[in-house]
């Protein structure tokens, strides 16, 4: 058991959104064991002197995508598992280095992935996991082309991001295989999406008793179901039928956000992902019907910030790139910092991702009891965020359940 002692630091606490005075921290086997001034003479292995820097919870991204390594969702459904899993390790260690200690995948990632995390065989993130997201034939995880009358969308593979679904029995089914196979929440496809081929923005998918079915199989196992939401009309119905998880929301509007909010649903906006698009989505094999889907939800969503903002609904931090856009990870920071205050933009990546991820308590915090997952960063997120982009440039050392990812500090 190995006990670490941060001292002469700044404790970022966002349920106040303000830096402690000089403070302390003490770690012991992975675990917050005390927060305050009066450790300063704990009996530690190591004893890290911050010098005055802030140290805070480890990032919390709650929508990605880490199977992907590709922008074609086919390439990525249809190569070899294997080969699959070593590039997801790649994106995993990335996403660790940048400071995000605990990610949320919406769509492909499975138990062996989480398992080898844990087991030290992954260098990555903690990875809450929905296995397969849950598409209509046609929908957004159909990644077949109009003339493509194969049944099969290589679900079993690592790689692809979803498997297709009709009828509400085998509704009930999928969901209730996805549970069993370690799925922590179910994803379902309930709006057109811009990656896909055969569904406009503005389709609704699913009917509303397969929605209301999947969401009583979640219910039953004591957690919730997770929708790929666009417009303002998919993202009313997904509420009334019960989802909890609303994805992007580009198109929303205020009444629709505070019935949202009314009804305990947390939103995660993806902006980053339509910068990326933009920016590189032609270089990378993006056709023209993509693109102009792309200006339909890019357009919308910094007003839909600010309205989800104004209704009170929750948000947390999301990103949603696809294969060699993920390079644009921390761009998310920037983006939102445009409509959000930095206090927000901290809530959302910390306190409400852990909610989301049904953690509350253990990450998202610096507490005693919860998870040693800890940045150091050179200066004050809360007056400068882009100390949490670029990157994990800024940060002087990144902890994961107590064990150092990196490390710029000198022990005392």
């Known amino acids: 058991m190995t006990r670490i002692l941060f001292f002469n630091g700044r404790v970022l606490d966002p349920k106040a959104d303000a830096l402690s005075d000089q403070t302390s921290v003490l770690v012991d086997d992975g675990v917050i064991v005390h927060v305050g001034i009066d450790t300063i003479e704990a009996a530690a292995d190591e004893r890290i002197d911050l010098g005055g820097r802030t140290i805070m919870p480890g990032l919390i991204d709650c929508h990605v995508h880490v199977v992907s390594s590709f922008m074609d969702l086919m390439k990525n459904a249809i190569e070899p598992t294997s080969l699959t899993a070593f590039r997801a390790a790649r994106i995993m260690k990335a996403a660790l280095h940048r ?4 990610v949320r995948d919406l769509g492909g990632a499975d138990i062996g992935l989480v398992q080898a995390v844990e087991e030290g065989l992954i260098e990555g ?98 957690t919730y179901v997770s929708a790929h939401v666009y417009t303002d009309r998919a993202i009313r119905r997904a509420v009334e039928c019960g989802v909890h998880s609303l994805e992007h929301c580009n198109l929303i509007e205020a009444e629709t956000a505070a019935m949202a909010a009314a009804a305990g649903c947390i939103a995660v906006p993806t902006l980053v992902a ?30 839909s910030l600010a309205v989800m903002r104004d209704a009170g609904l929750p948000m947390a931090f999301g990103s949603d790139l696809l294969g060699p856009l993920q390079k644009y990870h921390s761009m998310e920071f920037q983006i939102l910092a445009r409509v959000l205050s930095h206090a927000d933009i901290i809530r959302s990546a910390t306190l409400v991702g852990a909610r989301l991820c049904a953690l509350e308590g253990q990450i998202g915090v610096i507490a005693e009891g919860a998870r040693a997952d800890l940045l150091v960063v050179d200066g004050d997120p809360y007056a400068d965020i882009t100390l949490l982009g670029n990157d994990g440039a800024h940060m002087a050392a990144i902890v994961r359940n107590g064990a150092f990812v990196k490390n710029d500090l000198r022990v005392a």
């Open 99 to 102: 400071g995000f200690t605990t």
């Open 125 to 222: 993130p903690r990875l809450i996991i929905c296995g397969k997201g849950l598409s209509a034939t046609g929908g957004h995880c159909d990644t077949r082309a109009r003339t493509d009358d194969r049944s099969s969308i290589m679900a079993h593979h690592l790689g692809s991001m979803g498997r297709l679904v009709d009828g509400v029995d085998n509704c009930r089914l999928a969901a209730r295989e996805e549970l069993k196979a370690g799925a922590r929440f179910i994803k379902i496809m309930a709006n057109g999406g811009v990656a896909s081929p055969n569904d406009p923005i503005h389709v609704l998918q699913y009917s509303r008793d397969e929605i209301g079915a999947i969401v009583e199989e979640a219910e039953n196992a004591n």
């Open 274 to 303: 339509y910068e990326g698009l933009a920016l590189e989505g032609e270089r990378f094999g993006l056709g023209p019907e993509a693109a102009a889907k792309i200006e339909t939800v890019r357009s919308g969503g910094l007003r």
